[in-house]
């Protein structure tokens, strides 16, 4: 048995990594859509459709074929880890700290394989800010980010060519903004908490704007003391300007004053056909896709992370086209969310044992109490004018949902959604093939 060659590994291993970059691209899917639906087969139709996107998709395909040997060869399955560790830290149950730890680690292989780790750390630390903005922060929110920033920043610096520029960079002292600005909510809460509890053993009634005046107190001391520190700093030259690569994002391809970044044709401005040279099929169902993970996002952490993933990529790749190698991933993980959910739906339709289980009928006693329970609320609501749109799309068009006519109209539109998912699937693997 003969051993592999220096060659052979370098050929192979952009097939072996893209693999694993494909299971993760199911996975982040998976855990982004784990509470969109309920149900058709515990979401397990979007990680496979996620996957059969990703693993043909051109834009990954044209940095995880055999002998392509590069840096993002390996980096795109090191920022997936990382993405698929940070959201799943994020999934409501204990031991979540650990995924948080996990995530630090991931992020450190990342720092190690690809100066595209700057993405990574940015793209983590906007969305904790963004759930910060949308009202989702809490104990469990700080402790992933927290541990997820110290273990990975710490990691980070021990990389030589990384050194301290985690903490001089103006690429990534937003992070650290976002790190403090936590440490000051946290410090705030324990302060309101702790006020609260002596008004209470007191007797004594809560002032109004009680909350927000501790808060603008913490926070104002802090950017006191943050201005006072860099007015220091900034004479000794401790901060680094922003590279030529990240200026080039924002201003125009041909003025970043680098002659390397300017003449690169790949970091000129993509236009609409090289979206669809790279994702083909994919730019249809994507935005689909966006919009079914959107109506989520307000209430699940893991969900909002998808689509600020989403919007930040097609954002920084119509910049720069060689970035488009980073909508491949979240590109297939929302067109499999679509796809998967039009899946299982129809086969709840048209498969007698693929419905899914909240139709069941409740076997034991604390199941039955909690249905009697669920349709009295129902049942109030629709009195009082709050009935489902489901219901008053039905009223409208004098549809009975319980018929047996309207269950046919409903196989057969399974029928033609997978007939509409065969042919376009069918389509699209065909042109990732030629």
């Known amino acids: 048995m003969t051993g592999y060659s220096l060659n052979d590994i370098c050929c192979l291993i952009p097939a072996i990594f893209g693999c694993v970059a494909t299971v993760l691209t199911g996975l982040l899917a998976y855990e982004c859509s784990y509470s969109t639906a309920k149900g058709y087969y515990s979401n397990a139709e979007v990680f496979v459709a996620s996957m059969a996107c990703m693993s043909i998709v051109p834009a990954h395909l044209m940095r995880s074929v055999g002998g392509g040997y590069d840096n993002e060869s390996i980096a795109v399955s090191a920022m997936l880890l990382t993405f698929y560790f940070w959201v799943r830290s994020l999934r409501p149950g204990r031991y979540n700290h650990y995924f948080a730890f996990a995530t630090g680690l ?64 103006l690429e990534q002292l937003s992070v650290l903004a976002v ?50 520190g860099s007015a220091i700093m900034l004479p000794k030259g401790y901060f680094g300007p922003i590279s030529s690569r990240v200026r080039g994002l924002f201003v125009k391809h041909t003025k970043t004053g680098n002659p390397l970044v300017d003449s690169v044709a790949e970091h000129q401005p993509a236009s609409k056909s090289a979206y669809f040279t790279y994702l083909s099929g994919l730019c249809g169902a994507a935005p689909l896709g966006f919009i079914v993970v959107l109506t989520r996002s307000f209430s699940d952490n893991r969900s909002s992370f998808l689509c600020l993933y989403g919007l930040v990529t097609y954002f920084f790749s119509s910049k720069m086209v060689r970035l488009i190698l980073l909508t491949g991933p979240v590109a297939s ?64 068009l004098n549809i009975n949902p319980e018929s047996n006519e309207y269950k046919g109209v409903k196989k057969i539109l399974a029928i033609l959604c997978f007939v509409f998912v065969t042919l376009s699937w069918n389509q699209f693997a065909a042109y990732c093939d030629g």
């Open 333 to 396: 993980a929302l067109s499999g969310i679509f796809i998967g959910r039009i899946l299982g739906w129809a086969c709840s339709e048209v498969l007698p044992f693929a419905k899914p289980a909240q139709e069941t009928s409740p076997s034991s006693s604390a199941e039955k109490k909690k249905a009697k329970k669920q349709s009295k609320r129902n049942n109030s609501s629709e009195e009082s004018g709050g009935e489902s749109i489901a219901s008053r799309v039905f009223y409208v």
């Open 179 to 228: 790190f403090g600005g936590y440490q000051l909510i946290q410090l705030s809460n324990f302060i309101i908490q702790k006020q609260r509890t002596e008004f209470n053993k007191q007797n004594k009634s809560i002032p109004k704007y009680f909350e927000w005046k501790i808060r603008i107190l913490v926070f104002s001391c802090a950017a006191v003391l943050a201005l006072m």
């Open 106 to 169: 991931a992020y450190f292989y990342m720092v190690a394989a690809w100066g595209g780790y700057v993405f990574v750390i940015n793209m983590i630390g906007m969305h904790a800010g963004l759930l910060v903005l949308i009202g989702r922060f809490d104990a469990q929110v700080y402790k992933a980010f927290t541990i997820f920033y110290i273990v990975g920043t710490t990691l980070a610096v021990q990389v030589p060519v990384v050194g301290w520029t985690p903490l001089k960079s």
